[in-house]
Protein backbone atom coordinates (compact mmCIF):
# COMPACT_ATOMS: atom_id res chain seq x y z
CA UNK A 1 0.00 0.00 0.00
CA UNK A 2 0.95 3.19 -1.13
CA UNK A 3 2.42 5.07 2.01
CA UNK A 4 2.35 9.40 1.88
CA UNK A 5 5.71 11.14 1.45
CA UNK A 6 5.05 12.80 4.33
CA UNK A 7 4.85 9.77 6.85
CA UNK A 8 7.42 8.21 5.20
CA UNK A 9 9.79 10.89 5.82
CA UNK A 10 8.69 12.08 9.17
CA UNK A 11 11.88 12.48 11.43
CA UNK A 12 12.56 9.74 13.63
CA UNK A 13 15.02 11.33 16.17
CA UNK A 14 15.57 14.99 17.41
CA UNK A 15 18.61 16.12 14.88
CA UNK A 16 16.18 15.54 12.15
CA UNK A 17 13.34 17.98 12.89
CA UNK A 18 13.83 20.94 10.90
CA UNK A 19 13.42 24.61 12.01
CA UNK A 20 12.89 23.84 15.57
CA UNK A 21 16.58 23.63 17.40
CA UNK A 22 15.35 25.96 20.23
CA UNK A 23 13.13 23.19 21.24
CA UNK A 24 15.19 19.54 20.23
CA UNK A 25 18.25 21.28 21.60
CA UNK A 26 16.31 21.38 25.27
CA UNK A 27 14.79 18.12 24.71
CA UNK A 28 17.83 16.45 23.80
CA UNK A 29 19.87 17.88 27.05
CA UNK A 30 16.99 16.16 29.47
CA UNK A 31 16.92 13.28 27.26
CA UNK A 32 21.01 13.07 28.22
CA UNK A 33 20.47 13.61 31.63
CA UNK A 34 17.23 11.32 32.17
CA UNK A 35 15.47 14.47 33.77
CA UNK A 36 12.30 14.74 32.35
CA UNK A 37 8.83 16.87 33.06
CA UNK A 38 5.95 15.30 34.06
CA UNK A 39 3.80 17.37 31.30
CA UNK A 40 4.79 18.91 28.27
CA UNK A 41 2.93 21.72 25.84
CA UNK A 42 3.47 21.65 22.41
CA UNK A 43 1.89 24.55 20.82
CA UNK A 44 2.51 25.89 17.85
CA UNK A 45 0.71 26.53 13.80
CA UNK A 46 -0.17 23.02 12.04
CA UNK A 47 2.87 21.21 10.34
CA UNK A 48 5.79 22.62 12.48
CA UNK A 49 6.42 19.77 14.51
CA UNK A 50 4.31 19.24 16.94
CA UNK A 51 3.28 15.34 16.89
CA UNK A 52 6.61 14.23 15.41
CA UNK A 53 8.60 15.50 18.58
CA UNK A 54 5.70 14.05 20.77
CA UNK A 55 6.20 10.29 19.26
CA UNK A 56 10.03 11.40 19.70
CA UNK A 57 9.83 11.98 23.06
CA UNK A 58 8.01 9.50 23.76
CA UNK A 59 10.82 7.16 22.52
CA UNK A 60 13.54 8.67 23.99
CA UNK A 61 11.86 8.52 27.65
CA UNK A 62 11.53 4.50 27.25
CA UNK A 63 14.73 4.10 25.43
CA UNK A 64 16.98 1.66 26.46
CA UNK A 65 19.98 2.92 25.09
CA UNK A 66 19.89 6.87 24.23
CA UNK A 67 22.51 8.01 21.50
CA UNK A 68 23.55 11.54 22.52
CA UNK A 69 19.42 12.36 23.65
CA UNK A 70 17.65 10.87 20.56
CA UNK A 71 16.39 7.34 20.84
CA UNK A 72 18.64 4.21 19.39
CA UNK A 73 15.65 2.72 17.04
CA UNK A 74 17.22 -0.51 17.55
CA UNK A 75 15.64 -1.50 21.11
CA UNK A 76 12.65 -3.18 21.80
CA UNK A 77 11.09 0.01 23.15
CA UNK A 78 11.75 1.81 20.22
CA UNK A 79 10.44 -0.96 17.84
CA UNK A 80 7.29 -1.32 20.17
CA UNK A 81 6.48 2.29 19.61
CA UNK A 82 7.54 2.60 16.16
CA UNK A 83 5.08 -0.15 15.18
CA UNK A 84 2.26 0.94 17.05
CA UNK A 85 2.51 -2.39 19.64
CA UNK A 86 3.00 -0.58 22.58
CA UNK A 87 -0.03 -0.41 24.97
CA UNK A 88 1.89 2.33 27.37
CA UNK A 89 1.76 4.98 24.45
CA UNK A 90 -1.89 6.48 24.19
CA UNK A 91 -2.36 8.83 21.95
CA UNK A 92 -5.67 10.37 21.89
CA UNK A 93 -7.15 13.11 19.78
CA UNK A 94 -9.25 15.34 21.58
CA UNK A 95 -11.20 16.95 18.88
CA UNK A 96 -13.27 13.88 18.51
CA UNK A 97 -12.66 12.75 22.32
CA UNK A 98 -13.26 15.52 24.09
CA UNK A 99 -15.32 14.75 27.15
CA UNK A 100 -15.16 14.48 30.44
CA UNK A 101 -16.11 10.37 30.45
CA UNK A 102 -12.42 10.56 27.87
CA UNK A 103 -10.47 12.00 30.79
CA UNK A 104 -11.86 10.50 33.65
CA UNK A 105 -10.95 6.95 31.45
CA UNK A 106 -7.18 8.19 31.90
CA UNK A 107 -7.15 9.57 35.47
CA UNK A 108 -8.38 6.16 36.49
CA UNK A 109 -5.72 4.52 34.49
CA UNK A 110 -2.54 6.35 35.67
CA UNK A 111 -2.18 5.01 38.79
CA UNK A 112 -0.83 1.15 37.28
CA UNK A 113 2.58 0.81 36.39
CA UNK A 114 3.47 0.32 32.85
CA UNK A 115 2.89 -3.17 31.66
CA UNK A 116 6.07 -3.37 29.50
CA UNK A 117 8.01 -0.21 29.09
CA UNK A 118 9.59 2.33 31.98
CA UNK A 119 6.86 5.24 31.48
CA UNK A 120 3.11 5.28 30.57
CA UNK A 121 3.38 8.45 27.91
CA UNK A 122 -0.50 9.91 27.13
CA UNK A 123 0.19 11.87 23.70
CA UNK A 124 -3.19 14.17 23.82
CA UNK A 125 -3.47 15.97 20.35
CA UNK A 126 -5.41 19.27 19.43
CA UNK A 127 -5.81 19.36 23.77
CA UNK A 128 -7.97 22.56 23.01
CA UNK A 129 -11.05 20.81 21.88
CA UNK A 130 -11.66 19.53 25.25
CA UNK A 131 -15.15 20.71 27.33
CA UNK A 132 -14.08 22.15 30.95
CA UNK A 133 -15.58 19.51 32.59
CA UNK A 134 -13.02 17.68 30.93
CA UNK A 135 -10.45 20.14 31.77
CA UNK A 136 -11.37 20.30 35.52
CA UNK A 137 -10.68 16.24 35.29
CA UNK A 138 -7.65 16.79 34.17
CA UNK A 139 -6.15 19.18 36.05
CA UNK A 140 -5.41 17.45 39.35
CA UNK A 141 -4.04 14.67 37.11
CA UNK A 142 -1.36 17.19 35.16
CA UNK A 143 -0.71 18.70 38.34
CA UNK A 144 0.84 15.38 40.63
CA UNK A 145 1.03 12.48 38.25
CA UNK A 146 2.28 9.24 38.97
CA UNK A 147 6.32 9.23 38.67
CA UNK A 148 5.88 6.85 35.63
CA UNK A 149 3.56 9.04 33.65
CA UNK A 150 4.47 11.76 31.58
CA UNK A 151 1.52 13.93 29.54
CA UNK A 152 2.49 15.54 25.79
CA UNK A 153 -0.16 17.95 25.06
CA UNK A 154 -0.10 19.37 21.75
CA UNK A 155 -2.63 22.18 20.49
CA UNK A 156 -2.58 24.90 17.38
CA UNK A 157 -4.77 27.39 19.57
CA UNK A 158 -3.07 28.02 22.68
CA UNK A 159 -5.29 31.10 23.76
CA UNK A 160 -8.22 28.45 24.07
CA UNK A 161 -6.74 26.49 27.23
CA UNK A 162 -6.85 27.08 30.57
CA UNK A 163 -4.29 29.22 32.47
CA UNK A 164 -4.09 26.51 35.31
CA UNK A 165 -3.01 23.94 32.94
CA UNK A 166 -0.90 26.25 30.79
CA UNK A 167 0.77 26.60 34.17
CA UNK A 168 1.19 23.19 35.20
CA UNK A 169 3.05 22.14 31.69
CA UNK A 170 6.57 22.58 30.37
CA UNK A 171 5.82 25.22 27.28
CA UNK A 172 7.53 24.76 23.97
CA UNK A 173 6.50 27.12 21.30
CA UNK A 174 7.35 25.56 17.63
CA UNK A 175 7.85 28.54 15.12
CA UNK A 176 7.21 28.26 11.31
CA UNK A 177 9.79 26.89 9.36
CA UNK A 178 11.44 29.26 7.54
CA UNK A 179 11.86 29.05 3.46
CA UNK A 180 15.34 27.78 3.16
CA UNK A 181 14.80 25.36 5.46
CA UNK A 182 11.59 23.90 3.78
CA UNK A 183 13.87 24.12 0.10
CA UNK A 184 16.74 22.08 1.75
CA UNK A 185 14.19 19.70 3.11
CA UNK A 186 12.35 19.55 -0.25
CA UNK A 187 15.03 18.82 -2.25
CA UNK A 188 16.87 16.19 0.02
CA UNK A 189 13.36 14.52 -0.27
CA UNK A 190 13.30 14.85 -4.33
CA UNK A 191 16.81 13.38 -4.76
CA UNK A 192 15.78 10.16 -2.88
CA UNK A 193 12.54 9.87 -4.30
CA UNK A 194 14.44 10.46 -7.94
CA UNK A 195 12.50 13.27 -8.27
CA UNK A 196 13.67 16.48 -10.58
CA UNK A 197 12.52 18.93 -8.79
CA UNK A 198 13.49 22.76 -9.87
CA UNK A 199 15.01 25.55 -7.45
CA UNK A 200 13.06 28.08 -8.43
CA UNK A 201 9.95 25.32 -7.69
CA UNK A 202 11.38 24.35 -4.26
CA UNK A 203 11.18 27.89 -3.47
CA UNK A 204 7.20 28.22 -4.61
CA UNK A 205 6.60 24.72 -2.88
CA UNK A 206 8.18 26.11 0.90
CA UNK A 207 6.19 29.90 0.41
CA UNK A 208 2.92 27.82 -0.72
CA UNK A 209 3.71 25.99 2.51
CA UNK A 210 3.55 29.19 4.70
CA UNK A 211 6.54 27.36 7.48
CA UNK A 212 4.58 24.09 7.56
CA UNK A 213 6.53 21.01 6.50
CA UNK A 214 3.55 18.45 6.58
CA UNK A 215 2.10 20.92 3.97
CA UNK A 216 5.35 21.21 1.87
CA UNK A 217 5.86 18.00 1.05
CA UNK A 218 1.94 16.77 0.81
CA UNK A 219 2.75 19.99 -2.07
CA UNK A 220 5.77 18.07 -3.57
CA UNK A 221 3.71 14.97 -3.68
CA UNK A 222 1.07 16.49 -5.82
CA UNK A 223 3.42 18.35 -8.32
CA UNK A 224 4.86 14.76 -8.37
CA UNK A 225 2.42 13.00 -9.96
CA UNK A 226 3.03 10.88 -12.77
CA UNK A 227 6.96 11.41 -12.58
CA UNK A 228 7.25 14.46 -14.50
CA UNK A 229 9.31 17.32 -13.38
CA UNK A 230 8.78 19.56 -10.88
CA UNK A 231 9.37 22.99 -12.54
CA UNK A 232 7.28 26.89 -11.76
CA UNK A 233 4.88 26.06 -13.72
CA UNK A 234 4.01 22.27 -12.69
CA UNK A 235 3.94 23.76 -9.78
CA UNK A 236 1.15 26.52 -10.77
CA UNK A 237 -0.79 24.53 -12.82
CA UNK A 238 -1.01 21.57 -10.05
CA UNK A 239 -1.83 24.27 -7.22
CA UNK A 240 -3.87 26.49 -9.30
CA UNK A 241 -1.71 29.85 -8.82
CA UNK A 242 -1.79 32.59 -11.55
CA UNK A 243 1.44 33.71 -11.13
CA UNK A 244 3.05 36.68 -9.98
CA UNK A 245 3.41 37.94 -13.35
CA UNK A 246 -0.24 38.07 -13.47
CA UNK A 247 -0.47 40.00 -10.43
CA UNK A 248 1.85 42.39 -11.43
CA UNK A 249 -0.11 42.73 -14.86
CA UNK A 250 -3.07 43.39 -12.37
CA UNK A 251 -1.50 45.88 -9.96
CA UNK A 252 0.27 48.02 -12.96
CA UNK A 253 -3.43 47.78 -15.05
CA UNK A 254 -4.91 49.19 -11.48
CA UNK A 255 -2.18 51.91 -11.71
CA UNK A 256 -2.93 52.92 -15.20
CA UNK A 257 -6.82 52.84 -14.68
CA UNK A 258 -6.53 50.24 -17.75
CA UNK A 259 -9.87 48.43 -17.40
CA UNK A 260 -9.73 46.18 -20.63
CA UNK A 261 -6.52 44.14 -18.97
CA UNK A 262 -8.15 44.58 -15.47
CA UNK A 263 -10.99 42.98 -17.09
CA UNK A 264 -8.87 40.23 -19.35
CA UNK A 265 -7.68 39.71 -16.37
CA UNK A 266 -10.71 38.09 -14.11
CA UNK A 267 -11.92 36.23 -17.40
CA UNK A 268 -8.62 34.41 -17.61
CA UNK A 269 -9.07 33.35 -14.24
CA UNK A 270 -12.59 32.41 -14.94
CA UNK A 271 -11.91 30.53 -17.86
CA UNK A 272 -8.89 28.75 -16.52
CA UNK A 273 -11.60 27.16 -14.06
CA UNK A 274 -8.66 28.88 -11.06
CA UNK A 275 -10.34 29.87 -8.01
CA UNK A 276 -10.35 33.42 -7.53
CA UNK A 277 -10.22 33.33 -3.91
CA UNK A 278 -7.05 32.05 -4.67
CA UNK A 279 -6.00 34.74 -6.85
CA UNK A 280 -7.44 36.96 -4.90
CA UNK A 281 -5.78 36.13 -1.61
CA UNK A 282 -2.23 36.09 -4.14
CA UNK A 283 -3.30 39.85 -5.04
CA UNK A 284 -3.46 40.33 -0.80
CA UNK A 285 -0.55 39.27 -0.69
CA UNK A 286 1.40 40.96 -3.30
CA UNK A 287 -0.24 44.49 -1.83
CA UNK A 288 1.27 43.72 1.46
CA UNK A 289 4.90 42.97 -0.36
CA UNK A 290 4.32 46.79 -1.78
CA UNK A 291 2.89 48.44 1.63
CA UNK A 292 6.71 46.61 3.49
CA UNK A 293 8.40 47.91 0.70
CA UNK A 294 6.43 51.68 0.88
CA UNK A 295 6.66 51.85 5.10
CA UNK A 296 9.90 50.15 5.73
CA UNK A 297 13.86 51.01 5.55
CA UNK A 298 15.16 47.15 5.46
CA UNK A 299 12.52 45.31 3.41
CA UNK A 300 14.07 42.43 2.09
CA UNK A 301 14.16 41.51 6.25
CA UNK A 302 10.19 41.21 6.07
CA UNK A 303 9.77 39.83 2.49
CA UNK A 304 11.05 36.44 1.16
CA UNK A 305 11.48 37.49 -2.37
CA UNK A 306 14.48 36.99 -5.05
CA UNK A 307 16.31 39.96 -6.16
CA UNK A 308 14.08 39.67 -9.71
CA UNK A 309 11.27 39.70 -7.54
CA UNK A 310 12.41 42.20 -5.30
CA UNK A 311 12.87 45.02 -7.72
CA UNK A 312 9.42 44.59 -9.08
CA UNK A 313 7.66 44.85 -6.27
CA UNK A 314 9.83 48.10 -5.67
CA UNK A 315 8.89 49.29 -9.15
CA UNK A 316 5.39 48.37 -8.53
CA UNK A 317 5.56 50.07 -4.98
CA UNK A 318 6.89 53.35 -6.29
CA UNK A 319 3.50 53.68 -8.55
CA UNK A 320 1.80 54.22 -5.23
CA UNK A 321 1.24 56.74 -2.40
CA UNK A 322 1.01 54.96 1.02
CA UNK A 323 -2.69 56.07 1.63
CA UNK A 324 -2.91 54.83 -1.76
CA UNK A 325 -1.77 51.24 -0.37
CA UNK A 326 -3.71 51.29 2.75
CA UNK A 327 -7.12 52.13 0.63
CA UNK A 328 -6.87 49.45 -1.79
CA UNK A 329 -5.66 46.58 1.08
CA UNK A 330 -9.12 47.32 2.79
CA UNK A 331 -11.11 47.20 -0.53
CA UNK A 332 -9.12 43.55 -1.16
CA UNK A 333 -9.93 42.39 2.42
CA UNK A 334 -13.65 43.90 2.16
CA UNK A 335 -14.28 41.69 -1.37
CA UNK A 336 -12.49 38.33 -0.12
CA UNK A 337 -14.95 38.02 2.92
CA UNK A 338 -17.87 38.75 0.44
CA UNK A 339 -16.26 35.87 -1.63
CA UNK A 340 -16.77 33.51 1.07
CA UNK A 341 -20.47 34.63 1.35
CA UNK A 342 -22.71 31.59 0.44
CA UNK A 343 -24.30 32.65 -3.29
CA UNK A 344 -21.58 35.34 -4.02
CA UNK A 345 -20.68 35.56 -7.35
CA UNK A 346 -17.22 35.80 -6.63
CA UNK A 347 -16.79 37.41 -10.54
CA UNK A 348 -18.45 40.18 -10.16
CA UNK A 349 -17.27 41.65 -6.80
CA UNK A 350 -13.64 41.43 -8.16
CA UNK A 351 -14.48 42.86 -10.96
CA UNK A 352 -16.50 45.72 -8.89
CA UNK A 353 -13.38 45.94 -6.74
CA UNK A 354 -11.22 46.50 -8.91
CA UNK A 355 -13.15 48.87 -10.76
CA UNK A 356 -13.35 51.26 -7.52
CA UNK A 357 -9.54 50.86 -7.19
CA UNK A 358 -9.01 52.44 -10.28
CA UNK A 359 -11.06 55.72 -9.33
CA UNK A 360 -11.34 56.84 -5.84
CA UNK A 361 -13.93 59.30 -6.42
CA UNK A 362 -16.25 56.36 -6.72
CA UNK A 363 -15.91 55.26 -3.08
CA UNK A 364 -16.95 57.82 -0.03
CA UNK A 365 -15.20 55.62 2.57
CA UNK A 366 -12.56 57.25 4.90
CA UNK A 367 -9.63 55.20 3.44
CA UNK A 368 -10.89 56.61 -0.12
CA UNK A 369 -10.65 60.00 1.30
CA UNK A 370 -7.47 59.97 2.96
CA UNK A 371 -6.03 58.61 -0.52
CA UNK A 372 -7.51 61.45 -2.20
CA UNK A 373 -6.18 64.12 0.30
CA UNK A 374 -2.96 62.69 0.49
CA UNK A 375 -3.08 63.12 -3.75
CA UNK A 376 -3.84 66.80 -3.35
CA UNK A 377 -1.14 67.49 -0.71
CA UNK A 378 1.33 65.90 -3.15
CA UNK A 379 0.40 68.46 -6.35
CA UNK A 380 0.57 71.53 -3.62
CA UNK A 381 3.97 70.52 -2.64
CA UNK A 382 5.10 69.32 -6.10
CA UNK A 383 3.14 72.93 -7.34
CA UNK A 384 0.90 70.97 -9.74
CA UNK A 385 -2.10 73.10 -7.76
CA UNK A 386 -1.46 76.83 -7.19
CA UNK A 387 -3.35 78.41 -4.31
CA UNK A 388 -5.12 81.47 -5.41
CA UNK A 389 -4.05 84.61 -3.12
CA UNK A 390 -5.70 85.92 -0.91
CA UNK A 391 -7.36 89.61 -0.12
CA UNK A 392 -3.48 91.08 0.75
CA UNK A 393 -1.93 88.55 0.00
CA UNK A 394 0.51 87.82 -3.12
CA UNK A 395 2.40 84.50 -4.45
CA UNK A 396 5.50 83.71 -5.75
CA UNK A 397 3.52 81.88 -8.90
CA UNK A 398 0.13 83.27 -9.82
CA UNK A 399 -2.45 83.56 -12.86
CA UNK A 400 -1.02 86.93 -13.69
CA UNK A 401 2.32 85.63 -14.34
CA UNK A 402 0.97 82.83 -16.32
CA UNK A 403 0.36 83.58 -19.76
CA UNK A 404 -3.20 83.40 -21.27
CA UNK A 405 -4.96 80.71 -23.03
CA UNK A 406 -4.64 82.51 -26.51
CA UNK A 407 -0.52 83.11 -25.73
CA UNK A 408 -0.09 79.23 -25.37
CA UNK A 409 1.78 78.35 -28.39
CA UNK A 410 0.15 75.54 -30.47
CA UNK A 411 2.01 72.81 -32.28
CA UNK A 412 1.98 73.27 -36.30
CA UNK A 413 -0.51 71.64 -38.26
CA UNK A 414 0.53 68.41 -39.38
CA UNK A 415 0.29 67.32 -42.96
CA UNK A 416 -2.44 64.37 -42.24
CA UNK A 417 -6.10 65.14 -41.98
CA UNK A 418 -7.75 65.92 -38.38
CA UNK A 419 -10.31 64.73 -36.93
CA UNK A 420 -11.66 68.18 -36.18
CA UNK A 421 -10.32 70.98 -37.40
CA UNK A 422 -10.59 75.07 -36.93
CA UNK A 423 -9.69 77.92 -38.89
CA UNK A 424 -6.99 78.45 -36.69
CA UNK A 425 -5.15 75.95 -37.35
CA UNK A 426 -5.09 73.94 -34.16
CA UNK A 427 -5.70 70.39 -34.10
CA UNK A 428 -8.78 69.68 -32.42
CA UNK A 429 -9.68 65.82 -31.14
CA UNK A 430 -13.28 65.31 -29.52
CA UNK A 431 -13.02 65.14 -25.56
CA UNK A 432 -13.78 61.88 -24.22
CA UNK A 433 -15.89 61.22 -21.42
CA UNK A 434 -17.38 65.04 -22.06
CA UNK A 435 -21.15 63.74 -20.41
CA UNK A 436 -18.80 62.79 -17.27
CA UNK A 437 -17.59 66.00 -16.62
CA UNK A 438 -21.07 67.39 -16.60
CA UNK A 439 -22.22 64.81 -14.48
CA UNK A 440 -19.70 65.59 -11.45
CA UNK A 441 -20.16 69.56 -12.12
CA UNK A 442 -23.94 68.90 -11.59
CA UNK A 443 -23.32 67.17 -8.25
CA UNK A 444 -22.28 70.51 -7.13
CA UNK A 445 -23.60 73.08 -9.36
CA UNK A 446 -26.69 72.20 -11.09
CA UNK A 447 -26.75 75.48 -12.83
CA UNK A 448 -22.91 75.72 -14.22
CA UNK A 449 -23.75 71.68 -15.41
CA UNK A 450 -26.82 73.37 -17.98
CA UNK A 451 -23.91 75.17 -19.59
CA UNK A 452 -21.75 72.77 -20.44
CA UNK A 453 -23.90 70.10 -20.81
CA UNK A 454 -25.09 72.27 -24.34
CA UNK A 455 -21.48 72.67 -24.91
CA UNK A 456 -18.51 70.49 -26.68
CA UNK A 457 -15.23 69.63 -25.78
CA UNK A 458 -11.75 69.00 -27.56
CA UNK A 459 -8.54 67.81 -26.52
CA UNK A 460 -5.42 69.45 -28.37
CA UNK A 461 -2.48 67.70 -28.82
CA UNK A 462 -0.21 69.98 -26.05
CA UNK A 463 -2.36 68.47 -23.51
CA UNK A 464 -4.62 71.62 -23.84
CA UNK A 465 -8.62 71.42 -23.59
CA UNK A 466 -11.15 73.49 -25.70
CA UNK A 467 -14.60 74.15 -24.73
CA UNK A 468 -16.77 75.80 -27.10
CA UNK A 469 -20.44 76.82 -26.27
CA UNK A 470 -23.41 77.79 -28.43
CA UNK A 471 -24.19 81.37 -27.45
CA UNK A 472 -21.96 84.22 -25.54
CA UNK A 473 -23.95 84.16 -22.16
CA UNK A 474 -23.28 80.36 -21.89
CA UNK A 475 -19.29 80.93 -22.07
CA UNK A 476 -19.58 84.01 -19.65
CA UNK A 477 -21.23 82.09 -16.80
CA UNK A 478 -18.57 79.52 -17.12
CA UNK A 479 -15.74 82.42 -17.49
CA UNK A 480 -16.80 83.15 -13.36
CA UNK A 481 -14.09 82.19 -11.40
CA UNK A 482 -15.90 79.77 -9.08
CA UNK A 483 -17.71 78.10 -12.44
CA UNK A 484 -14.55 77.91 -14.22
CA UNK A 485 -12.19 76.04 -11.34
CA UNK A 486 -15.24 73.87 -11.10
CA UNK A 487 -14.80 73.07 -14.78
CA UNK A 488 -11.39 72.75 -14.36
CA UNK A 489 -11.27 70.34 -11.43
CA UNK A 490 -13.96 68.24 -13.23
CA UNK A 491 -11.61 68.46 -16.08
CA UNK A 492 -8.19 67.17 -14.39
CA UNK A 493 -10.38 64.35 -12.54
CA UNK A 494 -11.52 62.58 -15.84
CA UNK A 495 -8.56 63.36 -17.86
CA UNK A 496 -6.19 62.23 -14.44
CA UNK A 497 -4.14 64.71 -15.23
CA UNK A 498 -3.88 68.65 -13.83
CA UNK A 499 -5.50 70.84 -16.12
CA UNK A 500 -4.23 74.49 -15.27
CA UNK A 501 -5.73 77.57 -15.80
CA UNK A 502 -3.85 78.45 -19.16
CA UNK A 503 -4.54 74.81 -20.06
CA UNK A 504 -8.39 75.37 -20.54
CA UNK A 505 -9.56 77.73 -23.63
CA UNK A 506 -13.28 78.60 -23.32
CA UNK A 507 -14.76 80.07 -26.74
CA UNK A 508 -17.93 80.59 -28.74
CA UNK A 509 -18.62 78.23 -31.67
CA UNK A 510 -19.28 80.26 -35.44
CA UNK A 511 -21.80 78.84 -37.43
CA UNK A 512 -19.49 77.16 -39.86
CA UNK A 513 -18.23 75.38 -36.60
CA UNK A 514 -21.21 73.43 -36.04
CA UNK A 515 -20.55 69.75 -35.72
CA UNK A 516 -20.86 67.83 -39.03
CA UNK A 517 -21.82 63.87 -39.33
CA UNK A 518 -18.18 63.13 -40.13
CA UNK A 519 -17.36 65.01 -36.92
CA UNK A 520 -20.12 62.68 -34.95
CA UNK A 521 -18.94 59.50 -36.69
CA UNK A 522 -15.02 60.47 -35.79
CA UNK A 523 -16.46 60.79 -32.16
CA UNK A 524 -18.41 58.07 -31.66
CA UNK A 525 -15.23 55.78 -32.59
CA UNK A 526 -12.89 57.91 -29.93
CA UNK A 527 -15.11 57.11 -27.68
Same mark, same amino acid.
Given at each position: ??????????????????????????????????????????????????????????????????????????????????????????????????????????????????????????????????????????????????????????????????????????????????????????????????????????????????????????????????????????????????????????????????????????????????????????????????????????????????????????????????????????????????????????????????????????????????????????????????????????? #???????????? #?????????????????????????????????????????????????????????? #? #?????????????????????????????????????????????????????????????
Amino acid at each position: MHQALYRKWRPQTFDDVCGQEHITSILRYEAEHRSFSHAYLFCGSRGTGKTTCAKILSKVVNCEAPVNGNPCGVCEACRAIDSGAATDVLEMDAASNNGVDNIRDIRDEVVYSPSSLRYRVYIIDEVHMLSVSAFNALLKTLEEPPEHVVFILATTELQKLPATIISRCQRFDFRRISTEALMSRLTYIAEQEKIVLHPDAARMLAKLAQGGMRDAISLLELCAGGQREITPEVVAESVGLTGREAMLRTVNAVAECDYDILFSQIDEVVKSSKDISVYWQDLISLYRDMLVVKTTKNAAAYLDLTDHEAAQIIEAADRFRKETLLYHCKLLEDALFSMQKANAVKRIVAEMTLVRMCDEALDTSAEAMLSRIAHLEEQILTGAVVRKPQTGESL #VTSHAEQPKPAE #VAMPAVPQKAAPVSSADKRILRPMRNWMEVVERISRSAPMDASFVKAARAFTLENGGV #V #VRFDNDFGMRMMERDDSRDRLRAALSAVLRREVGDRMLTMEVAGKSEAPSVIDEIIEATED
